[in-house]
């Protein structure tokens, strides 16, 4: 996906959420070579409170869904080609390049440096987007939706994507219950994809 030129940029962050909880989200359309707009170092040591659900008491995954654990485009390019780092580095999307390019879960992920593309190969799961990069909102309601790059937040240092700018804004009205929901729904939310 290319942006072709730089729009109004919306950004919010928002504090005690929920036990002190920080949120960053914000949205951006930006041009493959543009330089970061914004700069946020939002951080948070508080964790939100998650449920894991154990794979090996979970009834068994549809035909394929090993391959669909990250969602792709028709390229099978992660994030529509945005750069995962970019989020916390940049406070926004900003959208790679082939060039520097890392194959991780079966998808190519693009990167606007050489040095996020290393960033990333050396500790992916730190960068990647939260339930394979498929919509946060969707998972909480335990069914899967794709995502776009501007529908973002970040919670206590992890990316969660959304399918659009409005499901984001739903999203983030009870972000402890949903990412709760979302992490005992995931991965067996596979098994209802949306696009």
């Given at each position: ?72 485009d028709e390229n099978g390019i992660a994030i529509r080609g945005a750069d995962p780092v970019a989020y916390f580095t940049e406070g926004q999307p900003v959208i790679g390049s ?55 937040s970040i919670v206590d240092n992890k990316l969660y994507l959304n399918f659009d700018l409005r499901i984001r804004d739903r999203w983030e009205r009870d972000i402890p219950g ?18």
């Amino acid at each position: 996906m290319t942006y072709a030129a730089v729009s109004v940029v919306t950004f919010s962050v928002l504090t005690g959420c929920h036990a002190g909880q920080t949120v960053k989200s914000g949205t951006a359309t930006v041009p493959a070579n543009s330089s970061p707009a914004i700069q946020s170092p939002v951080q948070s040591p508080v964790q939100s409170p998650a449920i894991q659900s154990p794979l090996a008491t979970s009834p068994p995954l549809p035909e394929g869904a090993e391959r669909g654990f990250v969602f792709t485009d028709e390229n099978g390019i992660a994030i529509r080609g945005a750069d995962p780092v970019a989020y916390f580095t940049e406070g926004q999307p900003v959208i790679g390049s082939s060039e520097f390019a890392y194959t991780w879960k079966g998808a190519t992920w693009h990167f606007a440096s050489a040095a996020n593309r290393d960033r990333f190969a050396a500790n992916p799961e730190q960068y990647a987007p939260q339930y394979g990069g498929y919509c946060a909102f969707a998972v909480a309601n335990n069914y899967t939706a794709s995502t776009i790059p501007e529908a973002w937040s970040i919670v206590d240092n992890k990316l969660y994507l959304n399918f659009d700018l409005r499901i984001r804004d739903r999203w983030e009205r009870d972000i402890p219950g949903n990412i709760a929901r979302g992490n005992a729904n995931w991965p067996e939310a596979l098994r209802d994809f949306r696009r």
